[in-house]
């Protein structure tokens, strides 16, 4: 059992994460240095608390994007720089929960990005 712990912490240096751009299940992906439109916000409940597991998509005019908040509420898009004319448009669910509000919050001062999606869900 002693064996083990070596054995993983070299196997967790050896292979090396893939530059995913995407979210995984709930698991957050922390921001790249790759020049991406990025889509980030939140979930909470009426009530504030963040909700985990909460399915948020991001609706464009070709392409719909698909992303699930993590156990913070938090949820993330990053989305290829040739995809900045489009217009999107997020909706947020959750089974648990059968009304909800979002807010968007557009770039500053003409920025391509990030956008900002609030989302508040009812119950």
């Known amino acids: 059992m002693r064996n083990a712990l070596p054995f993983a912490l070299l196997f967790g240096t050896l292979i090396q994460p893939i530059g995913v751009k995407a979210q995984i299940y709930g698991d957050y992906i922390a921001p790249t240095d790759d020049h991406s439109l990025v889509w980030f916000g939140f979930v909470k409940s009426r009530h ?12 464009g005019d070709e392409l719909d994007f698909v992303a699930v908040s993590d156990h913070l509420g938090r949820f993330r898009f990053e989305l290829p720089e ?30 391509l990005s990030p956008y900002e999606i609030n989302c508040l869900l009812e119950e």
Do not use: M, N, W
Not at 48 to 59: H, K, P, R, S
Not at 86 to 110: D, E, K, M, V, W
């Open 82 to 111: 040739r995809l900045a004319q489009q217009r999107f448009t997020a909706r947020c669910s959750h089974p648990a929960f059968s009304a909800s509000f979002i807010r968007t919050r557009p770039p500053r001062r003409g920025a």
């Open 48 to 59: 504030g608390d963040y909700i985990e597991g909460a399915t948020v998509v991001l609706a």
